[in-house]
């Protein structure tokens, strides 16, 4: 029902509920005006909640309070058992829900306990007891931590004087796309087969790993984690600076309560942060497949507690899903050709592991082909290098014959984010390449790579993420 055309004068906007095969589907009309007669365009808000594998006399229903804000109300009618609402947010396209920061709250106003998949946080499991049947869903309007962002022109200056243009480059170096090779679960051929070819190739890997110790949970309490056995080597890595470590949680076996979770995230990020003392705390989190988590906080409450950032949405590179190495190859050119952020993930590698070395052998080769044009780097700089860019601008402070000063400003936290912005100058065609000099605030020659785009001379130069000014100099 994409459009209805009713005969009435009034304004109107309100929202229906349809009912069928157990499923709920809010609606919200949208009307405009048409001549005399109303075009109504029926806008689903997306959200569908059903309940769990029942065929009872309850129904369910749905009203939408604002955006981002839904009541359900269930009629139980005869029904007096605890019942389970499952509830699926919409997670593309333009009615996507700010999913991380939701919470979900009972008739008095108290955040009730719902259950989530670790790699579907848009899918809600909320369980009604008996003496329970109306809830809120809303996402929390948090106090802004996120840093304002701009749009694409202001990051971008032409100055018609000299007739200089610049812009902060999509992609460190000017590469045209970025690449994070992802390693999960702190499998022992990381460190036996992983890491050393990757540093043949000369390629960083974000290593998603288990770090916690003996898990009380466990049936097989006593045993070591993986990562544990391996400490001293996992340690050397770390060292050596040259992988990336993100947060897998402690476990990888989920959580039933907040105080769990807490721990879960919590553990492992520390585990993190000791083994690389002298670098941003900033890292990724992923909650791993199969693992179910409990807790009536929002998931943004952890991510900002840890510093840990969470970015879905990953080409899966076992064997088992066929065909990997033409995947990898489509997915790289696909999103050199968009510009974008291409995330792939690898289990363990070797005879009869996830995949195989030659596969996998063969996935950094089409990857290498590419590396002219890719920025294969760690899942956080390839975070903070978007969000800073988002975060930043470029304006034209002075001009004259010769010389240009711009000004760089960048409102992302320096602790946090401290991936370099690159700066990309085009030069007047009179301006020879060799003869200009980029100086800091402070006066200092800042170093500058050349190379030609479109048949313009260009100059590239490396930025801290912060508030700078630069000038731009012709030498005669
Ligand atoms: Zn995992």
């Not at 970025?178 to 702190?186: E, K, N």
């Not at 879960?264 to 003392?277: C, N």
Request: charged share 25%; aromatic share 8%.
């Amino acid at each position: 029902m994409d459009s209805l055309r009713l005969k009435k004068t009034m304004n109107l906007k309100t929202s229906i509920e349809l009912s069928f095969s157990g499923k709920l589907i809010l609606l919200l009309l949208v009307f405009t005006f048409s001549g005399t007669d109303i075009t109504f365009s029926a806008e689903s808000t997306g959200v569908i909640v059903t309940l769990e594998d029942y065929d009872g006399p309850a129904t369910v229903s749905v009203e939408s309070l604002e955006r981002f804000k839904i009541e359900i109300h269930i009629d139980r009618k005869t029904d007096r058992n605890p019942l389970t609402l499952v509830v699926q947010l919409p997670n593309t396209g333009r009615k996507t829900w700010p999913f991380y920061e939701v919470v979900v709250l009972d008739s008095s106003g108290q955040a009730v306990s719902v259950k989530r998949a670790g790699i579907a946080w848009h899918k809600l499991w909320i369980t009604a007891p008996a003496n329970q049947s109306d809830f809120v869903i809303r996402a929390v309007n948090r106090p802004s931590q996120q840093p304002k962002t701009f749009p694409e022109k202001d990051r971008y200056v032409s100055d018609t004087t000299t007739g200089l243009s610049a812009m902060i480059s999509l992609w460190p170096d000017g590469r045209e796309a970025a690449l994070s090779l992802r390693f999960d679960d702190s499998h022992p051929t990381h460190l036996t087969k992983v890491i050393p070819i990757l540093r043949e190739y000369g390629f960083k890997g974000t290593f998603m790993v288990n770090p916690g110790g003996r898990d009380e949970h466990s049936a097989n309490s006593r045993s070591m984690s993986a990562f544990q056995r391996h400490l001293s080597e996992w340690k050397a890595v770390a060292k050596r600076g040259d992988q990336e470590f993100a947060n897998h949680t402690a476990h990888h076996r989920g959580a039933k309560n907040n105080a769990e979770m807490e721990s879960e995230i919590g553990d492992a990020a520390k585990v993190i942060w000791e083994l690389f003392p002298n670098k941003s705390k900033l890292h990724a989190l992923n909650l791993g497949g199969g693992t179910y988590w409990e807790t009536s906080r929002p998931l943004r409450y952890y991510l900002d507690k840890y510093h840990a950032f969470d970015v879905s949405g990953s080409l899966g590179m076992d064997d088992v899903y066929g065909n990997r190495v033409q995947a990898f190859r489509q997915h790289i050119e696909r999103h050199v050709e968009r510009k974008l952020w291409a995330r792939v993930h690898f289990h363990d590698i070797g005879d009869n592991h996830g995949s195989s070395e030659e596969h996998f052998r063969a996935a950094m080769d089409i990857a290498k082909e590419h590396e002219t044009k890719l920025w294969i780097a760690g899942m956080a700089d390839i975070y903070k290098y978007q969000t800073e860019r988002r975060a930043a601008t470029l304006a034209l402070e002075e001009s004259q014959p010769g010389a240009v000063t711009l000004r760089l400003s960048c409102s992302t936290r320096p602790k946090l984010f401290d991936q370099a912005l690159t700066i990309e100058l085009s030069l007047p065609k009179s301006w020879a390449r060799s003869r200009v000099i980029v100086l800091n605030a402070g006066g200092k020659q800042i170093t500058t790579r050349e190379r030609q785009q479109e048949g313009a001379d260009q100059l590239l130069f490396n930025v801290p993420p912060t508030n700078g000014r630069f000038s731009i100099t012709r030498n005669p």
